[in-house]
C-alpha cells in the first residue's frame, strides 16, 4: 500500500484515538457527527467509511457524489441504513460483521438487552417506576410474572438467539426455537416450528437479519396466534414485523406487553404510533436501538473492522 488514504468515521468520539491507532499512519482519518449534511460532504473526499452509529441513512445520491470512496465498512451485523445497490453499481465493497464469528461470538450486549426488556416487561417496570415516581406505592397494581416454568419461544437462534436460550435456561424456563437454518441445535433448546412456538410460548423473542426475505416476517395472523397474555421482544428491525398489528394486539389485551429496541423508520420516530402509544400506556418499552451499544463491544468490533481495512489496502483488493 502506497501514499494516504482519508478514512470518514462516524460513531462514538471518544473512541476515534483507537481507529488511528488501529489504522495506522497510512490512514488519515477524520471523525465526523452522525449528521446527513456533514457525513455527505465528507464522504466526497474519504476513500474509506467506517461507521459505528447507524443514524445516517447513506443514499445513493451520497455514494454517487463520493468520487474517491473505495470501501465502507459497517460496525454492526446490519446494515439496511446503507444503499448497498448503489455501491455495488460502483463495485464498491460493503463490509458487515455479519458472519464474522471470530469477533460476534463473545459480545453480549444485545442479547444482554433483549433479556432486560423482556424482565421489564414480566414485572412491569416502567409503570411500576412512573407509579413510585408520582408518589404511589401500591405494589397490588404491578403483579409479576414468575418466569421460571415459562415458556420462551425464540425466533431466529444464531448467536443472539442462542444466548436468550441460556439466559432462559438459566431462569428455569422451557424453551423453544424457530430457525428453519440451523442445523446443530443446542440441548437446552426445543426445536419447533413456528405456528407451534407462538401457541405455546409466554414469551416471543425476535432475532432475525433484516433482508427482503424476511422483511414482515411476523404478520397480523402471527400476533392473533399467539399465546394471550405473551410478552413480545424485539431487538432486530422494525421493518421485520407488521408493527399495526403489534399495536392492535397491545391495545386490544392480546398481549401481555412488548419491548422493542427497533421501530421502522428510525430514528425519525416521533410520529410514529408505537411511541405515541408508549407515552400513555405502561405496557409497551421503547429503546433507542441501544442493544449492542456498549462501548466496551464497540471497541471490540472497531478494532476488527479497522484491522479488515488494512487488510483490504493491503491486499490491493
Not at 208 to 234: D, I, Q, S, W, Y
Request: glycine share 10%; net charge neutral; hydrophobic share 45%.
Amino acid at each position: 500500500m502506497s501514499g494516504e488514504r482519508r478514512a470518514v468515521y462516524s460513531g462514538p468520539r471518544e473512541l476515534e484515538p483507537l481507529v488511528r491507532d488501529e489504522l495506522g499512519a497510512r490512514f488519515t482519518v477524520r471523525w465526523v457527527p452522525p449528521e446527513d449534511d456533514a457525513l455527505a460532504k465528507a464522504l466526497r473526499e474519504a476513500a474509506v467509511f467506517l461507521d459505528a452509529s447507524m443514524r445516517v441513512r447513506i443514499t445513493a445520491a451520497m455514494v454517487d457524489d463520493a468520487l474517491d470512496l473505495a470501501l465502507v465498512v459497517t460496525a454492526t451485523t446490519g446494515a439496511d441504513h446503507i444503499d448497498a445497490a448503489a455501491l455495488a453499481r460502483r463495485r464498491i465493497p460493503l463490509l458487515t460483521l455479519k458472519g464474522q464469528s471470530e469477533v460476534l461470538n463473545g459480545l453480549t450486549p444485545a442479547a444482554e438487552h433483549s433479556w432486560l426488556l423482556l424482565l421489564a416487561c414480566a414485572r412491569s417496570l416502567p409503570a411500576a417506576r412512573a407509579h413510585v415516581t408520582e408518589g404511589g406505592w401500591d405494589r397490588t397494581r404491578f403483579p409479576g410474572v414468575m418466569l421460571r416454568g415459562r415458556s420462551l419461544g425464540i425466533i431466529g437462534c444464531g448467536r443472539i438467539g442462542q444466548w436468550m436460550a441460556r439466559y432462559g435456561h438459566a431462569f428455569g424456563m422451557t424453551c423453544r426455537g424457530y430457525d428453519p437454518y440451523l442445523t446443530a441445535w443446542p440441548e437446552h433448546l426445543i426445536r419447533t416450528d413456528l405456528p407451534e412456538l407462538l401457541a405455546v410460548s409466554d414469551f416471543v423473542t425476535l432475532h432475525v437479519h433484516l433482508t427482503e426475505a424476511t422483511r414482515g416476517l411476523l404478520r397480523r395472523e402471527h400476533f392473533e396466534a399467539m399465546k394471550p397474555g405473551a410478552v413480545f421482544v424485539n431487538t432486530s428491525r422494525g421493518e421485520l414485523v407488521d408493527e399495526a398489528a403489534l399495536l392492535d394486539a397491545l391495545r386490544a389485551g392480546r398481549l401481555r406487553g412488548a419491548g422493542l429496541d427497533v421501530l421502522a423508520g428510525e430514528p425519525e420516530i416521533a410520529d410514529h404510533p408505537l411511541r405515541r402509544y408508549a407515552a400513555e400506556h405502561g405496557n409497551l418499552v421503547i429503546t433507542p436501538h441501544i442493544g449492542g451499544y456498549s462501548p466496551d463491544a464497540v471497541a471490540t468490533v472497531l478494532r476488527f473492522s479497522a484491522g479488515r481495512i488494512r487488510a483490504h489496502f493491503e491486499g490491493g483488493r
